[in-house]
């Protein structure tokens, strides 16, 4: 698979599923025990992907880690280092992986770690888990997560890593909307004053804030929209800071529902303390 998106045609891969062992150690210095056996309460692996007992798992969430995050300032992978507890990534996963109809996540990590992912990252569900290798921009790393998976998930929902304090009723509004049928972002309305400046700062006018949302992730889309979303992009040399914008230059209705001040987006190395004192934080919703 390249890496870039010049190539029109779709190049197809087979899924590839982490068939390895939990290897937990973390933090350096740190040594976790292995996952213990699954309870008598676990799901059964027929109610897994492709499992005989799957009818309420149609979902598969694509977990975009395919980025360098080189404005935290640190040298390691931002969606790798920890916040609140854990490594960012292992949050997205995690959170996905506890709402009932979630059959899959896709993890896709930069190609320097797709083929040996750090070890907690299988602190999960195993046999949901797959690793994609990312591309050159954020469309590509998901691009390459649709084509990696499996053919019966009907609903898809899109993820930034950098956003590891989704909550769960985020994640089950999203779900409940896509699989109505329906495009859909997680969202806040706006709520500051909005001001447009000129080049010299020099403020030209305030903005109707009235119908002005901030979009978040997840973002759920049913299969074959987002597909097709995708393949036109690749194909007219688009990119988009998100998937919903990919789908309204199509005419494709895109909705919101209500996100989380929780689910902010770390960007900045400050982020980091700004999410650890959210994690502590009960939001009512």
């Known amino acids: 698979m390249t890496d870039a998106a010049d190539e029109g045609a779709p190049v197809h891969r087979p899924p590839r599923a982490v068939a390895m062992p939990p290897i937990l150690t973390s933090r350096p210095g740190e040594v976790r025990p292995s996952a213990p056996p699954p309870s008598p309460s676990s799901p059964s692996p027929d109610a897994r992907v492709g499992g005989g007992d799957a009818k309420g798992r149609d979902v598969g969430v694509i977990v975009v880690a395919g980025g360098k995050g080189t404005r935290t300032g640190a040298d390691e992978l931002k969606q790798f280092r920890w916040v609140a507890g854990k490594p960012m990534l292992l949050h997205s996963i995690q959170a996905f992986m506890a709402h009932p109809a979630v059959a899959c996540v896709v993890a896709v990590l930069p190609r320097s770690h797709a083929a040996d992912p750090p070890p907690w990252i299988f602190q999960c569900d195993l046999e949901r888990l797959l690793i994609s290798t990312g591309g050159r921009e954020r469309g590509d790393s998901v691009y390459n997560g649709l084509e990696d998976l499996p053919p019966e998930i009907g609903t898809v929902l899109v993820h930034d890593a950098a956003r590891p304090l989704v909550t769960d009723d985020t994640i089950a509004r999203v779900i409940d909307a896509a699989r109505s049928g329906?495009?859909?972002?997680?969202?806040?309305?706006?709520v500051d004053t909005l001001k447009e400046v000129d080049a010299d700062g020099r403020i030209v006018r305030t903005v109707d804030r009235s119908m002005l949302w901030r979009a978040q992730t997840p973002q759920g889309f049913p299969r074959t929209v987002l597909e097709d979303a995708h393949r036109a992009a690749r194909r007219d040399g688009i990119a988009a800071t998100d998937d919903?914008?990919?789908?309204?230059?199509?005419?494709?209705?895109?909705?919101?529902?209500?996100?989380?001040?929780r689910a902010m987006k770390v960007t900045e190395a400050s982020d980091f303390a700004r999410a650890e004192a959210l994690s502590m934080l009960t939001e009512p919703e």
């Open 182 to 190: 329906r495009a859909v972002t997680a969202a806040l309305p706006v």
């Open 244 to 261: 919903a914008g990919l789908c309204e230059r199509l005419g494709i209705p895109v909705f919101v529902v209500r996100g989380s001040e």
